[in-house]
């Protein structure tokens, strides 16, 4: 038995762009290790690309809400260890169920419905980037562009409709910070249902522009609770992983000029400028949970039935046994392929080409209506979302 | 090089379909990986390799011929 105290799940940042210190050094010396959750359970945590691309492709590893435990506390909140699966939340299912999901979801988040949606972006980038201009010259580029771009996209796909989206998005907000009560958190669900399963049923206007939702309703594999779970799911993580992802985005390439001046000389890098920035800020930044449902044992040590593991996918993406050439450094055109920003194995991320299209559309645009785009406050002021589920900055002032 | 796939590992994630259109599409009904070219040309051969490394679930395979 080893005396040395099993260490919880790090939140602090040494610096705004790298994940915890400890997660490094973790990885360097035992990327499968003891970690201690905020109940006392002590269970594991993987921070090596290797073993969390083997672990997430692994079917024995379940993905069964009742047996996650998140590594760090959100306060307030009920955690959600021994609850199933809303109906809907596929996230939280194994398969068969997953795959059913999946299946019915997939086909509506195909690259080139993706691709197709390509001028709606533009057209909804324009009209932001001119709204900032004419408000201008400074701006919180959260509240300005980075939400209301993601707000709308998402609630585009999903077919809400255009009355009911300010109310969307305050709901959403209150249920993924961390800091709301348990109280605001379950209202701000139910009042999310409640307006999804109405749009499931064919609520809303005639004539109204039609979406996800309303195509899951026709083709009618799935009932109505399961719609609404899907439209509330698919609603908080397009909100939050893409404010997240866009504002973090433009911050770390404010932080870095010489990188920024790459892009700006060379547009045509956008794509793969795109998956680096995807991987250096992996805004997933606690992970993801699995749990063995059986004793097995797994690079070389033994794993116990209802062990929790999180699986570090920030601390993976900057593994330099994999991403070799300086992993901390941002270099837009770095090989990136095999980054899990989205996860990997059957959950990776399905709305992820979805935001690859708003990255690529959203960051040229930004900069080039921009071009002297700068922040408006030291950098040590921006205020960063550590507490959040999704790692981003909360305002993000900007001038021009 | 031969390509194939395997669509009962494949969940439509899309990367393949994103990557190289020429080659991979997705069924618009279940998302799953469509096989548009199962020799494709050489110069595309690195792309192929690329989308492989790709794949979140291993469905796509691919061997000299």
Known sequence: ?400 | MHVSVDTTLCIGSGQCALALPEVFDQDETDGLVVLLDAKPPRELHDDVDEAVNRCPVQAIATTAT
């Open chain 1, 1 to 400: 038995m080893s005396a040395e105290p099993v260490p919880a799940h790090p939140t602090g940042r040494g610096r705004p762009f790298d994940p915890p210190q400890e997660l490094m050094e973790w990885q360097a010396r035992e990327p499968l290790q003891r970690m201690r959750y905020p109940d006392e359970h002590v269970g594991w945590v993987v921070t090596s690309h290797e073993l969390a691309r083997a672990m997430l492709t692994d079917a024995r590893f379940s993905a069964r809400s009742e047996f996650k435990r998140a590594p760090v506390h959100r306060p307030g909140t009920e955690p959600f260890f021994g609850v199933p699966a809303a109906p809907g939340w596929l996230v939280d299912m194994d398969p068969p169920e997953h795959t059913r999901l999946r299946q019915q979801l997939a086909g509506q988040f195909t690259a080139r419905r993706m691709r197709e949606l390509r001028p709606r972006l533009t057209g909804i980038v324009d009209e932001l980037l001119s709204a900032m201009e004419r408000g201008g010259p400074g701006t919180d580029l959260v509240e300005a562009f980075a939400l209301p771009l993601a707000s709308q996209v998402i609630c585009e796909l999903l077919g809400v409709p255009s009355g009911d989206r300010a109310e969307f998005q305050r709901n959403s907000r209150i249920l993924f910070n961390l800091t709301s009560t348990a109280a605001d958190t379950s209202a701000a669900l139910d009042r999310l249902y409640a307006t999804m399963q109405d749009i499931a049923a064919g609520g809303g206007e005639p004539g109204e522009t039609s979406g996800l939702l309303q195509a899951l309703t026709e083709d009618g594999t799935l009932d109505t609770e399961e719609i609404a779970g899907v439209g509330v799911l698919l609603l908080t993580a397009g909100h939050d992983s893409t404010t997240g992802s866009l504002g973090l985005s433009v911050f770390a390439l404010l932080s870095h000029p010489d990188e920024l001046a790459r892009l700006t000389a060379d547009p045509s890098i956008v794509d793969n400028a795109v998956e680096e920035l995807l991987r250096y800020l992996t805004v997933f930044h606690f992970g993801v949970p699995r749990t063995p449902l059986e004793d097995l044992e797994f690079a070389g040590r033994q794993l116990r039935a209802g062990d929790s593991i999180t699986v570090s996918l920030s601390a993976a993406n900057r593994d330099p046994r994999w991403f070799q050439d300086e992993a901390d450094r941002l270099d837009l055109t770095r090989r990136t392929t095999g980054h899990v920003a989205f996860g990997y194995g059957i959950h990776q991320c399905l709305g992820q080409n979805l935001v690859r299209m708003e990255m690529r559309t959203a960051l040229p645009a930004l900069f080039q209506r921009f071009p002297t785009l700068s922040l408006a406050v030291p950098a040590e002021n921006v205020p960063l979302s550590t507490d959040m589920s999704v790692y981003g900055v909360h305002r993000l002032p900007v001038v021009w």
